[in-house]
């Protein structure tokens, strides 16, 4: 049955891609704003139709309907109006004009996104001292670029990975970081305190950034944050530019995912049980004061210097942001 939303027919290989977001089969908010943009740019080669009108219409669909995939990363809103955003400012004059910016926007940000996880590892590192012992949580490919390119510097000494229930990403960090040579040690998520005693630097990655440098990523990275804080180790969050939120400096705030109780006890307990109530939040929220600094591809910034990006990258205009980000919501899709 093709996939239809708003009335428009959504090519396969989109419906496959957001499918894959949703589901996690593509995860990290990095890889979720290449998924999205990529999306577009197969909705526009795939469009068959004749109509410059009628593609800008169809594209504006597509656009929301990879969108909203998953809430909380930043990144993937972003990367869609990245892409949305060329393609309305070049006012085309024909639907191939049209069609040829989707795909060179699109690509345009993979290139962008891959690029910045490269800088962010060398400006990262350069804040790693030799013989640092680093604890990371969940999986960030940004993240990961700092500790591997500290290692090759001949840094790191050795590196602790927390699991990161339920969805346990943590093994795919230890397993890339092992991959790179260094030493690791994975350890349960209810051992931070105990381990945080022999780590010099934390390092973990971001879905999203607010406006007030708060940073919003995997459950169990303000917990991180805080035991660092309390032992004087210091907190470095790696994120691009595109994982900060235009729509917080208006005020809003970012949407924390709530994903199925399976993820924590399986059916048969959950029906043993029926009234235990399971509640699983995915993202938490680590205040600016319990993060020493950002590191972006355009510098390292402190926390509360998030709002200068913002300015930078959006403007601060409230009508300019609101157009631009329409949010869509989950019910629109009737899931
Ligand atoms: C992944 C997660 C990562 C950030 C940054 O959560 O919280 O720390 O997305 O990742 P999930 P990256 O597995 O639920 O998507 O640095 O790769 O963009």
Known sequence: MPVKYKEREIPDSVV???????????RGAGKIARAGAKALAQAAQAYSGFSLDDFLNYMEAVAEYV??????????????????????????????????AVIKAAEEFIEYSINSVK???????????N???IMTHCHSTVAVSVIATAHKQGKVHKVYVKETRPKMQGLITAKALSDEGLDVILIPDSSV??????????VVGADTIAAN???????GTSLVALAAKEARVRTYVAAETYKFSPLTVIGELVPIEVREPTEIVDEAWLKENPNVKVYNPVFDVTPPEYVDAIITEKGVIPPQAAILILMEEYGLNVSDILTQFNEVKEEELGE
């Open 131 to 133: 013989g640092d012992v």
């Open 193 to 202: 305190r105990y381990f945080m005693k022999r780590v010099n630097k934390v």
């Open 67 to 100: 969108r909203s995939a998953r809430p909380t990363a930043v990144s993937l809103p972003n990367a869609v109006s990245y892409v949305m955003i060329r393609l309305k400012r070049l006012h085309p004059s024909s639907l191939e004009e049209a069609r040829t």
């Open 119 to 129: 800088i962010i590892g060398e400006l990262g590192a350069r804040r790693i001292s």
């Open 213 to 219: 440098g708060a940073v919003i990523n995997k459950i």
């Open 16 to 26: 496959k891609i957001r499918e894959d977001i949703r589901t996690m089969v593509i």
